[in-house]
């Protein structure tokens, strides 16, 4: 069971401190002539030692504030890697684990006990099937961190039976993460747009994005936005594609994208410009957009990085993202996952399921000659 919902929090994503860090080397690629690639920041947040994080996917962080992030993981493991190997016994997670970096110094935060931990959010079963929480994104505020959750049902066995159902949104205190409530924001029958990714703000709303995948393979970005009033979000509000409107169901794909979204995604504010960066959904190539407004329409496609890991056939790779509170020099930190299509080989090379890093110049994202 833990087997094929490892291989899924990929497969889900794939198909349906302040900078510290060194800057190791350029890659050779033609097409990845404009990266840097870092090596530091896994080493910082997967250290060695016991009962700490040892791999996991998924790579969100939330900015607390110029020195503390909250980075969020899905299915992972704790433990200690020996020799670049782990135990069989290795406690593994389902669902999603927390963990806080301030500077270089990071703690893993999960639910349960040191003994037997557990995902740090919880969902009781739906529809008498299983149930778990996987991480989108969110922000603090006010000493509140809003999160969203994606809930995924496990329906049997098979590799493919499992389905997005909902989406939750938490308010937790930020000094303990202890739940001051949820509510079930989306449901698939509200809703085919999975609305939790990306979430910035901009003038008086927060703008929450989120990605709908069609049977056709596509997948296109969507928008929603509310406001915080008495620290919560309220009056929400969908992009038609033409204004504003309260009914979910109305919601549009935003214009100007023209490959298919990942689940997971980043949109975030810079120098006045909006960023977009998604991995296309079914290939190894990370792309940025740029938009004068939060519902775009969007343009300047950059192709910026090449993923190598996409050539080994034995893995495969998802859902990158960006961590622009990291940036200074006029760089941007991105994140990808990369996981391995024999779920043994996790164990016999505990480096596979790990992000990986890099630096991308602003430059080459919004300059329209490049």
């Known amino acids: 069971m833990k087997f094929q919902l490892l291989l899924l929090s990929g497969l889900l994503f794939v198909f349906s401190c ?20 870092d090596t530091q920041m896994v080493k910082i947040l997967f250290p060695s030692g016991k009962d700490i ?8 962080s939330i900015q607390i504030d110029s020195t503390k992030s909250f980075w969020l993981w899905g299915d992972s493991f704790l433990g200690e890697v020996v020799d670049n190997k782990r135990a069989d016994s290795s406690p593994f997670i389902m669902g ?17 006990t040191a003994v037997n931990p557990e995902s ?8 008498g099937y299983p149930a778990i929480l996987w991480p989108m994104h969110g922000f603090a505020e006010n000493n509140i961190v809003h999160v969203f959750m994606s809930t995924i049902v496990k329906t ?51 703008y929450i994005y989120g990605s709908n995948p069609q049977k056709d393979f596509t997948a296109t970005l969507h928008v929603a936005r509310a406001r915080l009033t008495n620290d919560t979000l309220q009056d929400w509000e969908y992009f038609d594609g033409e204004k504003w409107v309260h009914d979910p169901k109305e ?9 298919p979204v990942s689940e997971q995604f980043s949109v975030f504010k810079h120098n006045n ?74 164990y016999k090379d505990a480096s596979i399921y790990k992000p990986r890093f890099l630096w991308i110049s602003f ?3 919004l300059n329209s000659k490049i």
């Open 18 to 37: 302040q900078q510290s860090t060194r800057q190791d080397h350029v890659s050779d690629s033609p097409m990845n002539e404009e990266a840097v690639i």
């Open 53 to 60: 994080l040892t791999g996991g996917d998924g790579s969100i």
């Open 96 to 112: 999603n684990v927390w963990q806080l970096l301030d500077g270089e110094s990071v703690k893993t935060i999960t639910g349960g």
């Open 120 to 127: 740090l959010l919880k969902t009781e079963n739906v529809d």
């Open 156 to 206: 049997g066995q098979g590799t493919w039976d499992f389905h997005w159902h909902s989406t939750l949104y938490y308010r937790l205190n930020l000094s303990d993460l202890s739940v001051i409530d949820k509510q079930e924001l989306l449901t698939r029958e509200q809703t085919d747009a999975h609305f939790g990714f990306g979430v910035t703000k901009h003038e008086d709303f927060y």
């Open 251 to 259: 919601s549009k794909s935003l214009q100007g994208i023209d490959i």
């Open 273 to 346: 410009k909006f960023i977009l960066l998604t991995q296309d959904r079914f290939k190894p190539e990370i792309y940025t957009f740029t938009a004068d407004a939060p519902e775009g329409p969007w343009s300047n496609k950059k192709h910026i990085y090449t993923i190598p890991e996409g050539k080994d056939s034995t893995l495969f790779t998802y859902n990158a993202m960006a961590h622009p509170q990291y940036g200074s020099n006029g760089k941007l930190l991105v994140s990808y996952c990369v996981n391995a299509r024999n779920v043994p080989d996790l």
């Open 363 to 365: 430059n080459t994202i």
